[in-house]
């Protein structure tokens, strides 16, 4: 029996871009669920070829936010959990799991889920399954303008998961893994609460846009690295195909920057599998615990931002806890927020 506990010190990442199929025109949950199964079918032969190509050794693979369906184009929020949001022991997680199983790899994605505990809504969850085939991370975006958060249930999701469960960190075989979603990439503190709790290496499955110069998220992307002396892969869509938008909106780009801030592997546009890169967890590791100027992580002095957190107060919690919301909530609350901070002339 292969053991998927031991120390894995040197291994190849994959972000893996490929096209995202959008289900908002299918007309019922069973005709998006025939979709799904479609992209699992595709990812299956992808993954296989990309790993015959790489090696062996390509032990973790990233897929793109929201891979299986695509984002909600103004559907109300029950309809869009009934037709397109998973469940979290559904056969979505089974069928990726003999994926990880049948190629001995940690698998991480993106997708919209249900959650009994907070039924009528769903989240945005980043997941990560090990091996084995089981759900070993699940991270539900703290950050969104246009779909319910943790936050927006903030006191009822942590008696459900606890503080670690906002910010999981799995520690693995090929290293301690975290999840951020999408734009969260932008929000340095959701990447350092992961940081606090041991993250080496940040899973970003993203769908944005991509071109020559450096935009505010590729910035991020090596800011990120940097300042959590961590790895960063990070795998964008290969286009958003069957919407309303252009298919090559959210294209390219995908890549893996390593803790010094280094890309060691990007690609261009189209479907691609050419961003993968060694990950050196002992060369990581051994720059963690060096004393000196650029051992950013150890020199961090948290108590002296801890009372201008504490005492501000911006975009509300709990805003989601009593009633059913329709979508228009979300720019509500925001435009709400904007105001009272330019009475406060925060802004």
């Given at each position: 029996?292969?053991?998927?506990?031991?120390?894995?010190?040197?291994?190849?990442?994959?972000?893996?871009?490929?096209?995202?199929?959008?289900?908002?025109?299918?007309?019922?949950?069973?005709?998006?669920?025939?979709?799904?199964?479609?992209?699992?079918?595709?990812?299956?032969?992808?993954?296989?070829?990309?790993?015959?190509?790489?090696?062996?050794?390509?032990?973790?693979?990233?897929?793109?936010?929201?891979?299986?369906?695509?984002?909600?184009?103004?559907?109300?929020?029950?309809?869009?959990?009934?037709?397109?949001?998973?469940?979290?022991?559904?056969?979505?997680?089974?069928?990726?799991?003999?994926?990880?199983?049948?190629?001995?790899?940690?698998?991480?994605?993106?997708?919209?889920?249900?959650?009994?505990?907070?039924?009528?809504?769903y989240?945005?969850?980043?997941?990560?399954?090990?091996?084995?085939?089981?759900?070993?991370?699940?991270?539900?975006?703290?950050?969104?303008?246009?779909?319910?958060?943790?936050?927006?249930?903030?006191?009822?999701?942590?008696?459900?998961?606890?503080l670690e469960?906002?910010?999981?960190?799995?520690?693995?075989?090929?290293?301690?893994?975290?999840?951020?979603?999408?734009?969260?990439?932008?929000?340095?503190?959701?990447?350092r609460?992961?940081?606090?709790?041991?993250?080496?290496?940040?899973?970003h499955?993203?769908?944005?846009?991509?071109?020559?110069?450096?935009t505010?998220?590729?910035?991020?992307?090596?800011?990120?690295?940097?300042?959590?002396?961590?790895?960063?892969?990070?795998?964008?869509?290969?286009?958003?195909?069957?919407?309303?938008?252009?298919?090559?909106?959210?294209?390219?780009?995908?890549?893996?920057?390593?803790?010094?801030?280094?890309?060691?592997?990007?690609?261009?546009?189209?479907?691609?599998?050419?961003?993968?890169?060694?990950?050196?967890?002992?060369?990581?590791?051994?720059?963690?615990?060096?004393?000196?100027?650029?051992?950013?992580?150890?020199?961090?002095?948290?108590?002296?931002?801890?009372?201008?957190?504490?005492?501000?107060?911006?975009?509300?919690?709990?805003?989601?806890?009593?009633?059913?919301?329709?979508?228009?909530?979300?720019?509500?609350?925001?435009?709400?927020?904007?105001e009272?901070?330019?009475?406060?002339?925060?802004?």
């Amino acid at each position: 029996m292969v053991n998927h506990t031991a120390p894995i010190e040197s291994f190849r990442a994959l972000a893996l871009q490929v096209t995202c199929h959008a289900v908002n025109q299918a007309s019922d949950r069973q005709e998006t669920r025939s979709l799904i199964e479609k992209a699992i079918t595709r990812l299956a032969q992808q993954i296989a070829a990309s790993i015959a190509f790489i090696g062996s050794d390509c032990r973790l693979i990233v897929l793109p936010e929201y891979f299986l369906t695509g984002f909600p184009m103004g559907e109300p929020l029950a309809v869009w959990a009934n037709k397109a949001c998973i469940e979290m022991n559904g056969a979505e997680y089974t069928a990726l799991g003999k994926i990880a199983q049948k190629h001995k790899i940690f698998l991480a994605g993106n997708a919209y889920e249900l959650d009994p505990n907070f039924p009528g809504l769903y989240f945005q969850t980043c997941f990560v399954i090990d091996p084995a085939g089981e759900v070993i991370l699940r991270y539900r975006r703290l950050n969104s303008l246009f779909a319910p958060t943790p936050g927006d249930v903030w006191d009822k999701y942590l008696d459900c998961y606890g503080l670690e469960g906002v910010f999981p960190v799995a520690k693995t075989a090929i290293g301690n893994l975290a999840a951020l979603a999408s734009e969260e990439i932008l929000y340095p503190e959701v990447a350092r609460c992961l940081a606090m709790r041991g993250a080496e290496i940040f899973l970003h499955s993203t769908s944005e846009v991509y071109n020559n110069s450096l935009t505010p998220k590729d910035a991020a992307k090596i800011s990120r690295a940097v300042e959590n002396m961590a790895y960063v892969v990070s795998s964008n869509t290969a286009g958003l195909a069957n919407s309303s938008i252009p298919i090559a909106s959210v294209d390219g780009g995908s890549k893996i920057v390593d803790y010094r801030g280094i890309i060691l592997a990007q690609t261009g546009a189209g479907e691609s599998m050419a961003a993968f890169a060694e990950i050196d967890l002992t060369a990581l590791r051994r720059d963690r615990r060096r004393p000196g100027l650029n051992n950013i992580l150890s020199r961090q002095r948290f108590e002296l931002y801890a009372q201008s957190y504490s005492q501000a107060q911006f975009y509300p919690a709990n805003t989601m806890l009593e009633g059913e919301v329709q979508r228009q909530h979300f720019i509500q609350t925001q435009q709400k927020t904007i105001e009272r901070l330019s009475e406060l002339g925060v802004i």
